[in-house]
């Protein structure tokens, strides 16, 4: 079969690699569609820890049941199916409380353990038993399905937040996950949805795809979203972008009783943050981090998506067959667009 293989940072090749056979537990999938995320790119560019080359990335998955080995229940073969990706060890507390997410020995189908820009991806008998394999109708469009994944992860940081109609509602940051929060946001009825960012050509997907008011941001984001609203607070914020300075404004920006997400994480050598303890203690403000997602959220997210609550259409606004990855990876890197799907299925 064809995969794309990652050898070191900018260095993948689509190569005939061997097909992958269903082992006692195991299930190979056929691959429709895996979306380029942000961290795809970040492997591509400079490697990551828990991505031993050669390896095969992607994890915004959408596939078919191919094969199933002994022992595996409940799937059926052809069935369309979406593949969460975190593998928990089934054993530590996080684990029995299904929070996989939080695992502390988790690993993950994209970087462990190989990942979907692939024709076809097997899937760990510790996955398959925890229920990674997650059937979805037969008529959702596999273009928005491999949405699925980067939404559910938004839907697990706005858990913590609990959005309320009429409420008002901001987001650092016009990259596909902030795009994705503000549409959340505003299918739970938050008026104003205000999403900020440094990029006019990204702001103008906001308007576009009718998501909330753009602020564009320069030297003063404070004073450039308090001009924007004249000068009205925000009961739920979230930080999308890997700044830290987005999360010292959001605390500064902040109404009594805000819920705060620190969504995206800050870089490494850097994360400590001044914080004022008694500006959260009277002003009763509460800060979330969030990481990744949970089954539940996937199923969430494919609901939501299946309700068109997400217009997912608008999203995916880049298509390449596995064989043109590379355009994929470029146009990523130049911050064109906001989702890049790969076809796994296209013969080209
Ligand atoms: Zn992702
Ligand atoms: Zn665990």
């Known amino acids: 079969m064809k995969a794309c293989v990652f050898y070191g940072p900018r ?28 961290t795809d790119k970040r492997i591509y560019t400079h490697g990551q ?46 684990c029995k409380r299904g929070q996989l997410n939080l695992c502390d020995t988790f690993t993950a189908i994209g970087y462990e353990h190989s990942g979907g820009f692939a024709e076809y991806i097997k899937v ?43 409420e008002r509602a901001l987001v650092f940051g016009a990259g596909p996950i902030g795009l994705m929060h ?6 739970k009825g938050c008026r104003p949805v205000c999403v900020a960012d440094v990029s006019a050509e990204r702001l103008e ?67 400590i943050l001044p914080l004022d303890a008694n500006h959260l203690h009277y002003r009763e403000i509460s800060v979330f981090g969030a990481f990744a997602s949970n089954l539940r959220h996937m199923k969430q997210a494919a609901d939501m998506i299946m309700k068109g609550a997400l217009p997912a259409g608008k999203f995916v606004t880049h298509k390449f067959p596995l064989s043109q990855i590379h355009k994929a990876y470029e146009a990523i890197e130049s911050g064109r667009g906001i989702k890049i799907v790969i076809d796994c299925e296209s013969k080209q």
Not at 182 to 187: C, N, Q, S
Request: with cysteine; proline share 7%; net charge positive.
């Open 11 to 38: 260095d993948v090749r689509v190569e005939d690699v061997e097909m992958p056979k269903a082992g006692r537990g195991e299930a190979v999938l056929k691959v429709l569609r895996c979306a380029v995320c942000g």
């Open 49 to 94: 820890k828990n991505v031993a080359p050669p390896a095969i990335t992607g994890h915004e998955i959408v596939g078919r049941v191919h094969d199933i080995g002994a022992g595996v229940k409940g799937l059926k073969k052809g069935r369309k199916v979406l593949r969460a990706s975190v593998v928990g060890c089934g054993k530590c507390i996080y």
């Open 124 to 166: 760990p008998a510790r996955a398959v038993i925890q229920g990674n394999i997650i059937p979805i109708p037969e008529k959702m469009n596999p273009d928005h399905a491999a949405l699925v994944e980067p939404l559910s992860c938004c839907l697990n940081g706005q858990e913590y937040l609990q959005p309320q109609k009429g």
């Open 182 to 187: 503000a549409a959340i946001l505003k299918a």
């Open 205 to 271: 997907f906001v308007r576009k795809l009718k998501l909330g008011s753009p602020v564009m941001t320069g030297n003063d984001p404070i004073a450039d979203i308090l001009k924007a609203t004249n000068g009205e607070l925000f009961d739920v914020i979230i930080t999308a972008c890997s700044v830290k300075s987005a999360q010292e404004n959001a605390l500064k920006l902040a109404r009594k009783r805000a819920r705060i997400s620190f969504f995206a994480g800050v870089p490494k050598d850097d994360p």
